[in-house]
């Protein structure tokens, strides 16, 4: 994925979230007129982000550390989104000040996909964060009136997780034997049924059925085009026919068209330009950072009772 599409993806996502926390669906400080073309503008960002996983997995030397910085990057991910965005959205402080619950049976969960992932993946740090990631989810918390961690909706990292765990799966399954295919089938349905479909975009697991249709047509002889054709009927099932909220599709015109590009070059064999690896952690850390900033502001700016 080009440094120009990550740096798109990154702008359109932090415009989005003011609009989300700041907007109508938040605070209400920014005016309707304002944050829903916010809200528009956002929808761009994670096609952006699933055709870069499929592309950056089909790519990568080591699936095992790419799956784990997925994962450990969602357990960093949490806190901040939480605060951003399920505290000042969802669940307003109220008159309760403090809130603690913890499902036990999360941490069995986490045991049982991280021996799974440890055994199949060959990664001691990716199978430590799936435990915590599966782990953490089982926690609710609220500290001062304000939401802390919320285990109910998980961040958007864990689709993305989800994901690589499907891809890794689509390309170890011919050369496992029937003891690692049945244990990463198991793993897998567990993971989808108790964290996918609380996940950001884990309804009818729509983000997911976008990474992986986006990697399937990577492999097509124009896969630009049929990428971006599908990021666009994608869109119209999702946004539109589901959501009936068409305008939201609006968002998705312009990334369908840089993946058609970027798609085209690489199939052409030009030279599409890559990104400066010295940037990955500057990436990888800006979504959890720029959530925590916006979930401070939030709390500081929520008004009294809220």
Same mark, same amino acid.
């Given at each position: ?7 798109? $993806? ?43 996983? =499929? ?32 505290? *000042? ?5 109220? *008159? ?28 001691? /740090? /990716? ?7 599966? /782990? ?22 864990? !689709?993305? !997780? ?20 049945? !244990? $990463?089938?198991?793993?897998? =349905? ?15 697991? +729509? ?29 119209? +099932? ?17 990334? /369908? ?41 939030? =709390? ?7």
């Amino acid at each position: 994925m080009s440094i120009l599409l990550k740096w798109f $993806a990154l702008v359109t996502m932090t415009i989005d979230h003011v609009g989300a926390v700041f907007g109508w669906s938040g605070l209400d400080l920014i005016p309707f007129a304002i944050s829903q073309p916010m809200r528009i503008i956002g929808r761009a960002a994670f096609p952006l982000y699933a055709w870069g996983l =499929a592309a950056g997995w089909r790519r990568t030397r080591s699936p095992g550390r790419y799956f784990g910085n997925l994962a450990a990057c969602a357990v960093f991910s949490q806190l901040p989104f939480t605060l951003a965005l399920y505290g *000042a959205n969802l669940h307003p402080s109220g *008159a309760v000040p403090f809130y603690f619950a913890f499902r036990p049976g999360y941490v069995l969960l986490g045991l049982g996909l991280s021996a799974a992932v440890g055994w199949l993946a060959r990664s001691r /740090a /990716a199978a430590f964060w799936t435990f915590l990631a599966a /782990a953490l989810a089982g926690l609710q918390l609220k500290a001062g009136g304000f939401w802390l961690w919320a285990g109910e909706d998980l961040n958007v990292l864990y !689709t993305l !997780t989800l994901a690589a765990a499907c891809l890794g799966l689509r390309d170890s399954w011919r050369g496992w034997g029937v003891a690692q295919r049945a !244990t $990463a089938a198991t793993a897998l =349905a567990a993971a989808l049924a108790f964290l996918g479909l609380r996940a950001d975009y884990g309804t009818g697991f +729509v983000g997911l059925l976008l990474v992986l249709g986006l990697a399937l047509l990577g492999r097509a002889q124009r896969p630009g085009p049929a990428q971006a054709v599908y990021v666009l009927a994608w869109g119209a +099932v999702f946004y539109g026919c589901y959501q009936q909220n068409w305008p939201m599709l609006a968002g998705l015109l312009l990334p /369908a068209a840089l993946i058609a590009a970027q798609g085209g070059m690489a199939s052409a064999g030009l030279p599409a330009r890559r990104w400066n690896p010295g940037w990955k952690h500057f990436f990888y850390a800006w979504y959890p950072a720029h959530l925590l900033v916006l979930g401070v502001l939030s =709390a500081w700016l929520r008004p009294a009772g809220q």
